[in-house]
């Protein structure tokens, strides 16, 4: 995957500096990759919901990431068959990201969405999805 994305840095003309290590860059590219695919480009939603209440179902940036981490079904099968502070009935196919995604990028990732689609302050957000 490192080497992919060297090739086609270099291929499109991209610098030579060292990839960022900021969680909001990082989960940018993890949101752009991965999750637009069922949230939208904007985070409005698709075949997922939207992310605009994002700080309103998981208050905690851990509970977002143990979400992200193991998906709908393990949610359903390991923790509740609601999730989120008012207790949502787990729907739909979110799938589990924890082979997928390093516990870095779930971290950026859930701190983008918080941010980006949730209007979260930056350093609060990146501070609770640090300490998650």
Avoid at 20 to 36: F, L
Avoid at 37 to 62: D, N, R, Y
Avoid at 103 to 117: C, G, L
Wanted: glycine share 16%.
């Amino acid at each position: 995957m490192c080497l992919t994305a060297a090739v086609l840095v270099a291929a499109c003309g991209g610098s030579d500096t060292a990839p960022t290590d900021d969680p909001m860059s990082i989960g940018r590219e993890v949101y752009g990759r991965i999750c637009s695919t069922c949230h939208g480009p904007g985070g409005a939603g698709g075949v997922g919901p939207a992310l605009t209440g994002v700080l309103e179902t998981f208050p905690a940036c851990g509970d977002q990431e143990r979400w992200i981490r193991l998906g709908s079904h393990r949610w359903k099968d390991e923790v509740s068959p609601t999730y989120g502070a008012a207790g949502r009935e787990v729907k739909g196919a979110m799938p589990s990201f924890e082979s997928s995604l390093t516990t870095e990028e779930i971290a950026a990732v859930a701190s983008f969405e918080r941010v980006r689609y949730g209007g979260g302050d930056v350093a609060s957000v990146t501070a609770d999805c640090a300490s998650g």
